[in-house]
């Protein structure tokens, strides 16, 4: 078996939970990119055997401690796991993730449930090499009618792995239907954002429909997540989405559930924020779902500026009494930085904000506790006292 020596600060990370070896901790290896490895420490003992990777800063992902091999069986355990796991939450939807990467000890992979498909992403080079095995395995366990592999993710560029999409198994659609608590959607697996849907997001849609009343403004709508859930609370919804296409579906997906109180608008949110301010509109809940605006560590201090203009503007639209659901996914945007923002935009607001709710990412996407990179969505309610 190829083996991978690491150094004694690399070992230091994984006594501390981290799964991650970075490149600059790997003292020796002697394997090919995307092989199964016996992961050695700086005085020779075997640490474990994990994932190894010869383009990607993270070069190591650690599978297993000590003795414990990682061959199919063990993948077919954790992944019945990872399934058992979903299926005790009873989940109101009939999609959801099956599979959460490093939070399911199944690094780096991603499988994504879509009625009676399944969408994976082999986000390494080594699951993208098991796929194959993943596919038997999966195929036994949650039998599909067919597995699409949306293989298109810009972090494969960092393991020199191509962007692709397959079908690995069986059939896939281009619209599946598919259902989120009352809410149809039609998704499309193949050109869909992320697998088809945001469903990291289904919990918060739940809460927020709690405190939803009189006239929202779902910001960042995509095909309308927030929008069609709360829409059956509110009087009237107006969603916002910079892309076209998005905003077409919402408009069909509103009319699939019968919702005749949405009115979607093709518009930058930046722009549309100001521009209600200045027609002096008056929102009673408000959601903010932008995307990553910190997809690095180098543009936090931006991505934090651009979280500040779009609270600080939505906190003047909303009604005294008014709850605005905020959202962040940068993972380089901790908790308390995201807090801070909020509060420094109350305070420009001149606005009296108390926290109702302080949510995260949905439980079939659960945070690894040793894995600071796995807690990437922050979600708070706020209420606007006055
Ligand atoms: N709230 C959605 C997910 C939002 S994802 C849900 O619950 O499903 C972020 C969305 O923001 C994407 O659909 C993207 O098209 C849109 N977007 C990105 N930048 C934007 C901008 N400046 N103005 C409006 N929409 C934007």
């Not at 990291?200 to 403004?217: C, P, W």
């Not at 929008?227 to 059956?232: K, R």
């Not at 600080?312 to 905020?326: H, N, Q």
């Amino acid at each position: 078996m190829s083996t991978v020596v690491i150094t004694s600060r690399g070992e230091e990370r994984i006594r501390n939970g981290h799964p991650w070896v970075y490149r600059s901790d790997v003292a020796e290896a002697q394997a090919e990119g995307g092989a199964t490895v016996r992961l050695v420490g700086s005085r020779g003992r075997t640490i474990g055997h994990a994932l190894y990777s010869d383009k990607s800063e993270i070069a190591i992902r650690l599978l297993t401690h000590g003795n414990e091999v990682a061959d199919p069986a063990m993948w077919r355990t954790r992944l019945q796991q990872a399934i058992a796991f979903r299926n005790d939450l009873s989940i109101d939807a009939t999609a959801y993730r099956l599979v959460h990467g490093e939070a399911d000890r199944l690094p780096s992979l991603v499988v994504d449930r879509y009625g009676d498909y399944l969408v994976v992403q082999a986000l390494s080079q080594g699951v993208d090499r098991l796929l194959p095995d993943l596919t038997r395995i999966l195929v036994e366990l949650a039998r599909p009618a067919g597995i699409l592999a949306r293989n298109d993710p810009r972090v494969r560029l960092l393991e020199g792995l191509e962007q692709r999409v397959d079908l690995l198994h069986g059939a896939v659609p281009e619209a599946i239907e598919v259902r989120e608590g009352a809410v149809r959607y039609q998704v499309d697996p193949y050109h869909g954002q992320k697998t088809g849907l945001f469903l990291d997001q289904r919990e918060n849609r739940v809460a927020a429909a709690e405190y939803a009343h009189g006239r929202l403004l779902d910001a960042f709508s995509y095909n309308g997540g927030f929008a069609l859930a709360l829409a059956p609370k509110c009087d009237e919804v107006l969603a916002v989405d910079i892309s076209e296409e998005a905003v077409a579906r919402i408009r069909a997906n509103a009319e699939r559930n019968g919702l005749r109180n949405v009115e979607a608008r093709a518009m930058n949110v930046f722009d549309e924020l100001r521009e209600l301010e200045r027609r002096g509109e008056r929102f009673d809940t408000i959601v903010l779902d932008p995307p990553a605006f910190a997809k690095n560590r180098a543009s936090v201090t931006k991505a934090l500026s651009g979280y500040k203009e779009i609270n600080l503007r939505a906190l003047k639209l909303l009604s005294p009494g008014g709850f605005l659901v905020t959202c962040s996914c940068s993972y380089n945007v901790s908790e308390a930085a995201f807090a801070d923002v909020l509060a420094a935009a109350a305070v420009d607001a001149r606005a009296d904000v108390a926290v109702v709710e302080k949510r995260m990412q949905g439980r079939d996407h659960p945070v690894l506790m040793t894995v600071p990179e796995t807690f990437y969505l922050k979600c708070f309610i706020l209420r606007k006292i006055a």
